[in-house]
């Protein structure tokens, strides 16, 4: 008789209506029932409704990790502001003046922190974003919500520091007297590239963390090296003509030139770099949402 | 059909044991078989050696409203069973319908951030547990008063005691209001009046017809609550039905196992350390086997062992341990003066107390065979349960009570013909 059971729920696609007990969740939409736990075979799509059910959690998981960030510091949220402030004072003195990097002709200052802004909540949100499961580890093991939430909450939670140094960015423009190209539009544009790469770079190393944690450790090392691959420091314009395509295979180089272009008005933004960024984080998203959904199975036992 | 909340069919779970999980030579290796596994389509796991089932074909239907008990021995597959339905981690083979909102307690003060305030914490652990924003914050309220901790609500985690983060842990918990309610052994954290508090809500949940499965250790929690209970035995069900057959078998089959905390240092089943005990019975005085004692009364522990290995200098240890997990006494031949220079192969010993001081409760005896110098253990075992009866002295007078010498007894004639005379007697 159980088998029989068996065999007939297996071939058919929606179960026979039966008294489904009144939703105790506030009147929200349920997921269909039954929910079959089963082992699951082949690629495993991905589940936006459930992500979209989970969203609170999202949105919770976030504000943990801002609020905890700043709890019983003195300045509290002003590292927002120091922190890329003073890299920008570094590398004026050390690049701007003692090495005497050329700068678009923009003021040394201004050019530089131009890119620390996003490469700041980049370098930010892989290094969250890569030990998020391990970080969490035991709601891994004790609680059920679609894992891709982690990864995704520690993406998004450097934003409201980017917001901050945004403000000072704004504040500097005004001091320098630089106007605002109609690039400007397309600020959030670049800003979701960064956000895409760091989403799709954070999935690849949060999912192979798990199992080898060398990819922790590792991490620092590969964003430090990472930042030099990038015109932050440097514009493009020094990278020579036949390793442009190369150096564009660095999503990073497109955010980059973009902001630069759209806040600080540059003559000539490349945008033979900028497609084939986009093209490679479209790519690195897609793969690396297929690995992390293939190695989710088994996160809860091996973390 | 139409009132099924759960029904599982041939449930089973394979782990990989061991360190040697993925044995690779080169990080080639380990990378080609990263690529590989993107587009495996069958498990190739089942051909392993490492490989343990720690469940296997477990079938079981439960309706809605019931109240279902899960009991075991440590690793018999209970927590893995809850880790499965509640979609933690996937089932090797077999599937489960479920027919409702699932909740989970398989921890309490899951995400928990010591940084954050209480008040704080409410709100995310609740989120983490599945409760919408707007739930918890109607609630809120009723969470803070469960917790009795009212004062500390705008503190953080960090500030409380121990004691105080479970309550906050479990108020949220306990309102947590899905269809089905998986539970696994949090009931049994926490001080005994906590735990009554538990067990409180526990029948709160019943009335509210909500599915619960329980799993515990607490032979007395779930003969309290549950209608029906399932015993499992290395991964695989052994009786799905009423509690006492259930428990019966439990018990019966489980004497003298190892004791949980003892088993990473002395092993599991299998792999015993030169000495074990075989036999364990608890005696009145005169050697009748007694589940039940007065308190005041003397007990006999009469113990069969097997020295397998010559055990030099072995120092036996009995001792008692109340329901809620306190260890309340112990006896033992080291410091009682006996020594035993060595033992092999079969023996026994019999231990008699002196009267019995423990308050009335429910209390296992466990007996250790350690070395003189308490340097090493060899085998710690769980032996059979027993009460301790008395009329008054329940465990709010403590863990034992005695009799005691008091001085300055204020004199009773004294006072009563101070009273009548109405004044100051010289």
Known sequence: MLAEGFVRFESTAKPEARSIPPPSNDGEAVEALPIVIRPSTGFLHLDLRAIWQYRELLYFLVWREVKVRYKQTVIGMAWAIFQPLMMMVIFTVIFGRFANIPSDGLPYPIFAYAAILPWNYFSEAVARSGRSLVTDANLLRKVYFPRLIIPMAAVLSPIVDFLFALVVL????????????????????????????????????????????????????????WMYASPVAYPVSMVPENLRVIYGLNPIAGVVEGFRWGLLGKDNPDFQVIAVSAVIVMALLVSGLIFFKQMERTFADVV | ????????????????????????????????????????????????KNTIWALKDVSFEVKQGEVLGIIGLNGAGKSTLLKLLSRITEPTEGRAEIYGRV???????????????????????GAILGMKKAEIERKFGEIVEFSELEKFIETPLKHYSSGMYVRLAFAVAAHLDPDILLIDEVLSVGDLSFQRKCMQHAKRLQKRNATVLVVSHNMFSIKALCERVIYLSQGRIRVDGSPAEAIELYERESRLHIAPWAQRVVGGEQDRQGIYVTDMQLLDESGHRRSVFDYGDRMRVRIRFNAVEKIL???????????????????????????????????????????????????????????????????????????????????????FHESAEWLGVPDGDKASRMKMSGGVER
């Not at chain 1, 954070?202 to 090392?221: E, M």
């Not at chain 2, 044995?23 to 051909?47: C, E, I, M, P, W």
């Not at chain 2, 909740?103 to 652990?125: A, C, D, K, Q």
């Open chain 2, 313 to 399: 200098s072995p120092n036996f240890n009995v001792s008692f341990i109340r329901s809620d997990n306190v260890a309340c006494c112990n006896y033992n031949t080291a410091m009682d003066g006996v020594t035993i220079s060595c033992v092999f192969g079969e023996g026994s010993i019999e231990l008699l107390t002196p009267p019995l001081k423990l308050t009335a409760e429910l209390y296992t005896a466990h007996v250790m065979v350690w070395d003189d110098k308490y340097e090493r253990l060899y085998s710690a075992q769980v032996g059979d349960t027993f009460h301790v009866r008395h009329d008054v002295l329940n465990t709010h007078f403590g863990v």
């Open chain 2, 1 to 48: 059909m139409s009132d099924l909340a759960i029904r599982a069919v041939q449930l089973s779970k394979q782990y990989r044991i061991g360190a040697a999980k993925y044995r690779h030579n080169t990080l080639r290796d380990q990378l080609a078989d990263g690529v590989k596994s993107l587009f495996r389509l069958r498990n190739r796991r089942k051909r392993d």
């Open chain 1, 170 to 225: 704004f504040g500097m423009m005004v001091w320098f007297g630089i106007a605002p190209t109609r690039g400007a539009a397309a600020l959030p544009v670049f800003f979701f590239l960064a956000m895409c790469t760091a989403l799709a770079v954070g999935l690849w190393l949060s999912a192979l963390n798990v199992r080898y944690r060398d990819i922790g450790h590792v991490i620092p090392f590969v964003v430090q090296l």
């Open chain 2, 103 to 125: 909740g989970s307690l398989l921890e309490v003060g899951t995400g928990f951030s010591f940084e954050l305030t209480g008040r704080e914490n409410i709100y995310l652990n």
